[in-house]
């Protein structure tokens, strides 16, 4: 799939193919605290990355454009509402004369999935385009672009483990975390995040605080099994009603509780992707084999995420 849309500045063309991967996205715990007078959701979530990522390119040059190709490339929706090129063109209009170009997206993580694809996508699209234009990620347009591209895309825009609060645009210094074998299950159903949020029904204008002091006792430990023990008393309140919209998902994270070496399993976002966390990489890799023998259409990848 390709499109091309007007050139947006002047620049001129490079022969250099720019890399970057988009790594998925993963809630290790997602609390609700309550819903803005907005409308906005108010939210208090520890985020951190997996090894596993879509891949995205970009080849300098005038104009924009994008090709989407790769095993989950049908389920990337149409190009036009692509979210590369709502990230490109967002801070296309906050910056004049940028040098964008055509993209090239190898879609290989599930969409609709609860582990950001498309946002991990626009902020590897943003990173290319502060690469092919000398910008620092600090850039003020650039995390204006993010943030008018999607709640998600700032935390993506380095990829590193933080906090993410309000509705997405508050972010805390990096959290540096041991490094987690895990295994990553999605059961084949899209569960669209705003559907996960109608059902949870909360009233507009109340909002709880965040516990800062699990907060402070995960960002303190570098065991990784005690780590775990602290990531276990968090929660995910999306999970319940993603569960009610998609009960596959329950299966999902049984499957997962029903492997010996599971030290946590949680859903990731909004779903339908479930996390479990182990104490070896051997231990996930046997855990992803048993859970993928028994379910072969199932998406199951063991991954390290940290």
Do not use: Y
Not at 93 to 103: I, Q, S, V
Not at 150 to 155: A, F, I, L, R
Not at 175 to 190: C, R, S, T, Y
Request: hydrophobic letters at 50%; a negative charge.
């Amino acid at each position: 799939m390709v499109a091309d849309v007007p050139a947006a500045g002047e620049a001129g063309a490079s022969p250099v193919r720019l890399n970057e991967k988009a790594r998925a996205k993963v809630n290790l715990t997602l609390a609700v605290l309550g819903r803005r007078a907005d409308g906005f959701h108010v939210l208090d979530s520890l985020v951190a990355f997996a090894d596993i990522a879509d891949e995205l390119s970009l080849e300098p040059a005038l104009g924009l454009s994008l090709e989407v190709f790769g095993p989950r490339a049908n389920e990337a929706g149409t190009i036009a509402d692509n979210l590369v090129l709502k990230a490109a063109r967002a801070l296309a209009e906050r910056r004049d004369g940028l040098t964008l170009g055509h993209f090239r997206l190898d879609k290989r993580l599930p969409a609709a999935a609860g582990i950001g694809g498309g946002s991990s996508d626009a902020a590897a699209a943003l990173r290319l385009i502060a690469r092919a234009n000398g910008l620092p990620l600090t850039d003020q347009n650039i995390l204006a672009a993010a943030r008018a591209t999607g709640s998600d895309v700032p935390v993506c825009l380095e990829g590193m483990s933080r906090w993410m609060r309000g509705a997405g645009e508050t972010l805390s210094a990096p959290v540096p975390l041991p490094f987690l074998p895990a295994v990553l299950v999605n059961p084949g159903v899209a569960t669209p995040t705003a559907d996960v949020f109608r059902a949870l029904a909360l009233p507009a204008g109340s909002v709880a605080s965040a516990d800062l002091s699990l907060a402070a006792a995960i960002e303190s430990e570098r065991d990784p099994m005690a780590l775990i023990d602290n990531l276990g008393q968090g929660r995910n309140d999306l999970e319940p009603p993603a569960l009610a919209l998609r009960p596959t998902i329950g299966e999902a994270l049984a499957a997962l509780r029903d492997q010996p070496a599971c030290r946590l399993a949680r859903m990731s976002g909004s779903g339908a992707t479930v996390f479990g966390l182990f104490q070896t990489a051997e231990a996930a890799t046997a855990a992803r084999q048993a859970i993928a023998e028994h379910r072969p259409g199932w998406w199951v990848v063991d991954t390290v995420i940290g």
